[in-house]
């Protein structure tokens, strides 16, 4: 899993920069995020690109979120690093794939694991990559994104996902056509 040397060399960079009381984060709206209280990324590089395309991102830990964090932890809670995961692939798709902010992502499918628990103190990152993708007329409406978090150097979760994007139009239309559908279950 780490066997990129490109991969390590930032994963110790960043582990050498990391402080948990001065974080950067990314800008929410790469995330679809109003309340930037609500942004768990810190920061996301593309490693390499090709069938098979490979980023690094860092989790950013807020322990003072108050859904999250609401009573003492000496973890990261497992839904935090499933809302990171989900806006980092949210993220990757406006960052490097250039889908415009009128699409619409629904995400198909998760599979989540844990493999144990996710020291606070430390940072947070996680190794992903983007396969599969589906582009119609040079535009990304599908892709999947697989993720390993990594803290210390080992897998400590996983997590992958599917998601297809449409134009906010044809979302509009969906719903549009939806509504004069009758659901007669009497």
């Known amino acids: 899993m780490l066997e990129n040397p490109l991969v390590t060399a930032k994963l110790d960079e960043w582990t050498r920069d990391f402080d948990l009381k001065n974080q950067i984060k990314i800008d929410k709206k790469y995330i679809h995020k109003v309340n930037d209280q609500n942004n768990f990324v810190s920061r996301i590089e593309q490693i390499a690109s090709g069938d098979e395309d490979v980023f690094l991102s860092q989790v950013y830990i807020d322990t003072s979120h108050p859904y999250y964090f609401e009573h003492d932890y ?89 998601w297809q994007m449409y134009d906010k139009r044809i979302i509009d239309r969906f719903r549009k056509s939806a509504r004069n559908i009758s659901l007669d279950i009497s």
């Open 74 to 162: 000496d973890h990261i809670p497992g839904m935090m690093m499933i809302e990171a995961g989900r806006q980092i692939g949210t993220a990757v798709a406006h960052l490097f794939y250039h889908v415009s902010f009128d699409t619409v992502f629904i995400l198909n499918e998760m599979t989540i694991r844990f493999f144990k628990y996710v020291e606070v103190v430390k940072p947070l990152f996680i190794k992903s990559m983007v396969r599969n993708k589906l582009m119609k007329r040079d535009k990304l409406i599908q892709m999947e994104h697989d993720g390993h978090f990594i803290q210390d150097g080992r897998e400590v979760g996983y997590m992958s996902g599917t």
